[in-house]
């Protein structure tokens, strides 16, 4: 059977052409082994793409007392210390030469007035850590890449979804997928493959993730028998859009605050400040006048509440709206206009001004705009090993969003693009080192393929399946009423039995019409991911009994001190779901010092 | 207006498929919603009609919306590209009443409830099926421009300023809206002798790159083809990103061009270095 299909063969397959994807297929490719990525959209369209603040990297350029050990201290106090720490530690250690590298592959950042990579403030960083290029990093990063790929001469694959892994015993042997413009299967024979597929938004309804982010990667993983961890933490951004409600979850960037937004109630109240949680205590501003002097470039002075993690800001929102002092449709005001000039506005946030004068007629150099938490993020996926991201699988790798373990119970803004960078180049040697290391691909089950592409034709077969885009709409609700940004036992648990039911009617959904370019059929397999991710998700939130960053629990209002070192990791045990309970490996000594002495206040120097 | 590109069915006359009961242009207020009549494109390279669909649409809603709403509820397997949603990626380009467009930075407010809105695939390019073409070719030509070169003793130490004379175009999101409206690849199909206007922006990205050392001027000339710009501005009105395609990116290339190869100076230099290379 598997003859007659377009087969190709790669010694390292990047599934996913993202930050994190391109990024491993370069540094694989600098080994001697043939590299190929695959991605579901047109080259150059990955989420990636929409990124808008900018790169974390302590490179110094602005604050110079910066380091890495700052950059580790404050993604494990974001991540409320869940993080594992050996992945934070190589993050913060190697994103300064990541961007470096960006650089001189083309990327064109902002500038310091001493003609180096200029860096702004962000949520969580005590100092200003983020390269950028305005509020459009994410475009210059993902062409930079891109065209690094195609001048390295790497195959790209694009409009091609992989619906399966195929495994040779436990390693990993390929995968499977189908050519989207004529519906034909395609085969890949490798020895690596690396999982850079991105999130899982398409959970939840109001979402800055486009249709892309369906958890194919989470769910390919779980079946090769990778397992996932920190499934808990769905990030949602504070500022998502909420009117028109077509654009409804539509992000607006982190940056307006960084830039002196600040968020106002409809009794005009700057309420962040009585929300500040004790950890945070002492490191924001207490007052207007000492956050107002920070916005205009003191930094002797504290940075805003407004800047604290996303998790704080997006709960102290829901409360807000929850306690009736929300804006006319549901959110809160985010307020920039009279805070800085329309000139400075437009030069330092282009992006935003565009969005929402074309898309709600509001010009923000004028007006507040209203804003309300979007899911944005998912800090958990697939577990792999910090030096060299391989997962449980022998020859699977996973990095970039699809991984977890790096960011713990939060991400903070900037952290992704440096980790793209950052685990991308080291997923790509680690896989590029075991390729060029065997001399046969492995071999390839012809039964289990045929098995696997039947299963892709079963929807046009059946007569009275379901229809794919009622279940994903049916799913999100679920997922927004039951396993949402405020859980609690009975929610959870009902949220379990309604995704157990869906999960029955996504493995037997119809459609119709050809093969070719067919979204109807796609979304198909899609929406099965999308029922397994989310009930991964419940699962662990109801083993939670604690709320940690981005997890919020109403019966377990606090932090729980017991499971401050406490993963669960979910796999799948014959075809059913299992929940370990495992402990966070512990930080080497001179990190744990770090992180007892860290009091989380910028050096004076 | 435009000639038939290969691959690319002529737009016939609307056949009526999907009808509601609700008249159009009527505003329904217990859904809050006005009905508009979208003309879609359907079939794929060879044979294809345009097809009515009745759309219900909520305030604010843009074309894309309405889109997908028909995908969800009238043609599970329209094929329709999208990604951002925001105007970041370049993937919905279509034509709207023969208007090369983002689809989802159209708001339907713009148009007239009444009068039916006419939805193509970009007419440049072969289609694949419904409103998604073969966008290959732009990838086939950008790979043969010469990638970024900085000098190998290169500390990129420079400033905001030189920072901004690139950035203009590197603003584009490939969405080659600018290919579809330009004459010479839409009416005249010379693909095989011109880059396009996204590929001269390319060029021009990378040549005000305070630390690019290439000299593409060869490609513009030969393969590029800069020459069969005739500056009409059609690209310039049509981009998203407001890139003066015509005007920052396309004209100076010429005058290099003309500077290098018809300036008897310069030509002399070349050919010595010709000599001596
Ligand atoms: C609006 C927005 C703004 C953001 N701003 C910032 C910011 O300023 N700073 C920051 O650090 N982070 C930011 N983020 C987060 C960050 O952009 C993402 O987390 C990051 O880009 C993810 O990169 P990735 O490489 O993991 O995946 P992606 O870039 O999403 O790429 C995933 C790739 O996998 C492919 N793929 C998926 N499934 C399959 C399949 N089955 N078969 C084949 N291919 C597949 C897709 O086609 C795509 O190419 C932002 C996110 C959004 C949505
Ligand atoms: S100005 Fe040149 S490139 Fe632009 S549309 Fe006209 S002919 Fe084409
Ligand atoms: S130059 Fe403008 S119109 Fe052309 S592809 Fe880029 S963004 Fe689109
Ligand atoms: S969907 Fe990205 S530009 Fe329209």
Request: one cysteine or more; a negative charge; glycine letters at 8%.
């Amino acid at each position: 059977m598997s003859e007659s299909i377009d087969t190709h063969e790669l010694d390292v397959l990047v599934i996913g052409a993202g930050g994190a994807g391109l990024s491993a297929a370069i540094s694989a490719a600098e080994r001697d082994v043939s590299v190929g990525v695959v991605c579901k959209s047109l080259l150059g369209k990955a989420h990636t793409v929409m990124a808008e603040g900018g790169i974390a990297a302590a490179l110094g350029n602005v604050a110079p007392a910066d380091d890495w050990k700052s950059h580790f201290l404050d993604t494990m106090k974001g991540g409320w210390g869940l993080n594992d720490p050996r992945m934070a530690e190589i993050h913060a250690k190697e994103s300064p030469e990541r961007v470096r590298t960006l650089q001189e592959w083309g990327a064109l950042f902002d500038r310091t007035d001493d003609g180096k990579i200029s860096q702004r403030p962000f949520g969580g960083h005590r100092y200003d850590r983020l390269a950028h290029v305005g509020d459009r990093t994410g475009l210059e990063m993902i062409r930079t890449l891109q065209d690094k790929t195609v001048a390295e001469g790497i195959d790209v694959y694009q409009e091609c979804t992989t619906t399966h892994l195929l495994l040779d015993g436990d390693q990993v042997a390929g995968a499977l997928g189908v050519w989207r413009d004529d519906g034909s299967p395609i085969l890949f024979r490798s020895k690596a493959v690396i999982l850079a597929t991105g999130g899982l938004g398409q959970c939840y309804r109001i979402t800055s993730n486009s249709w892309e982010y369906t958890a194919d990667g989470h769910a390919m993983a779980l079946r090769a028998g990778a397992a996932l961890v920190d499934m808990a933490f769905v990030q949602f951004h504070p500022t998502g859009m909420v009117w028109p409600k077509s654009v409804q979850g539509t992000l607006v960037t982190e940056g307006v605050r960084g830039e002196g937004g600040i968020l106002l109630n409809s009794e005009d109240e700057r309420f962040m400040f009585d929300y500040v949680p004790d950890a945070y205590e002492g490191s924001v501003a207490p007052t207007v006048e000492e956050a107002d002097r920070w916005v205009a470039g003191d930094r002797d002075a504290r940075p805003p509440p407004e800047l604290l993690t996303r998790d704080v800001v997006a709960r102290a929102i829901l409360s807000e709206v929850s306690a009736g002092r929300g804006s006319p449709h549901g959110g809160v005001f985010l307020d920039i206009a009279n805070q800085r000039s329309t000139e400075y506005i437009q030069e330092k946030l282009p992006a935003m001004v565009h969005q929402f004068r074309e898309l709600a007629e509001i010009d923000i150099t004028e007006d507040p705009m209203e804003v309300f938490p979007t899911c944005h993020y998912m800090m958990g996926g697939i577990r792999v090993d910090p030096e060299t991201q391989e997962t449980a699988v022998p020859g699977l790798y996973a990095s970039g969003e699809v991984a977890g373990g790096l960011h713990g119970a939060n991400r903070l803004g900037g952290n992704s693009l440096s980790d793209l960078l950052v685990f991308g180049n080291r997923a790509g040697h680690a896989a590029g080192d075991r390729a060029e290391g065997m001399d046969t691909f492995p071999p390839i089950d012809d039964e289990d393929v045929t098995n696997k592409l039947n299963s892709l034709e079963a929807p046009f077969e059946r007569e009275d399946g379901t229809d794919p885009y009622a279940l994903h709409a049916e799913l999100q609700t679920v997922m927004e009423e039951y396993v949402g940004i405020m859980r609690d036992d009975d929610r959870l648990t009902t949220g379990i039995e309604r995704l157990e039911d869906l999960a029955e009617r996504a493995a037997n959904t119809a459609t119709d019409g050809s093969r070719a370019y067919n979204p109807g059929w796609e979304k198909c397999f899609a929406v099965r991911h999308l029922v397994e991710a989310g009930l991964a998700i419940a699962h662990a939130a109801r083993e939670r009994t604690e709320s940690r960053g981005a997890h919020t629990r109403i019966d377990y209002p606090e932090p729980d001190e017991e499971l401050e070192r406490v993963e669960f990791a979910i796999s799948l045990v014959g075809g059913e779901i299992d929940i370990a309970r495992e402990a966070v490996p512990a930080p080497r000594e001179e990190l744990r010092e770090m992180l007892q002495a860290d009091t989380g206040e910028e050096e004076t120097q | 207006m435009s000639t038939q590109t290969e691959g690319q069915p002529p737009a016939e006359e609307a056949t009526t498929e999907e009808q509601s009961d609700e008249p159009t242009g009527d505003r329904d207020p217990e859904t809050d919603t006005t009905t508009y009549t979208l003309e879609v494109y359907r079939g794929d390279g060879e044979d294809g009609e345009l097809v009515t669909y009745d759309v219900p649409i909520q305030a604010g809603m843009v074309l894309l919306d309405a889109l997908h709403w028909i995908q969800a509820n009238r043609q599970p397997d329209l094929a329709v590209r999208w990604n951002c949603k925001s105007g970041r990626c370049g993937s919905c380009s279509m034509e709207i009443d023969g208007m090369p467009s983002l689809s989802c930075m159209k708001r339907m407010s713009e148009y007239d409830a009444d009068t039916p809105i006419r939805v193509t695939p970009m007419r440049a390019f072969p289609v694949v099926k419904d409103l998604v073409c073969d966008v290959s070719w732009n990838y086939e030509v950008n790979a043969e421009i010469e990638p970024f070169t900085p000098a190998p003793d290169a500390d990129f130490t420079f400033y905001q300023p030189d920072v901004e004379r690139s950035r203009e175009f590197r603003r584009c999101i490939e969405c080659f809206l600018c290919q579809d409206v330009c004459h010479v690849l839409r009416e005249h199909d010379k693909k095989d002798a011109y880059a396009g206007p996204r590929y001269l922006v390319r060029s021009a990205g990378l040549h005000f790159h305070p630390e690019d050392t290439a000299d593409r001027t060869e490609w513009m000339k030969e393969d590029a083809g800069v020459g069969y710009c005739n500056i009409t501005h059609c690209c310039s009105d049509v981009c998203p990103e407001d890139i003066e395609i015509t005007d920052n990116a396309i004209i100076p290339q010429k005058e290099r061009v003309v500077d290098e190869y018809y300036d008897p100076l310069a030509q002399i230099k070349r050919k010595l270095s010709d000599v001596w290379s």
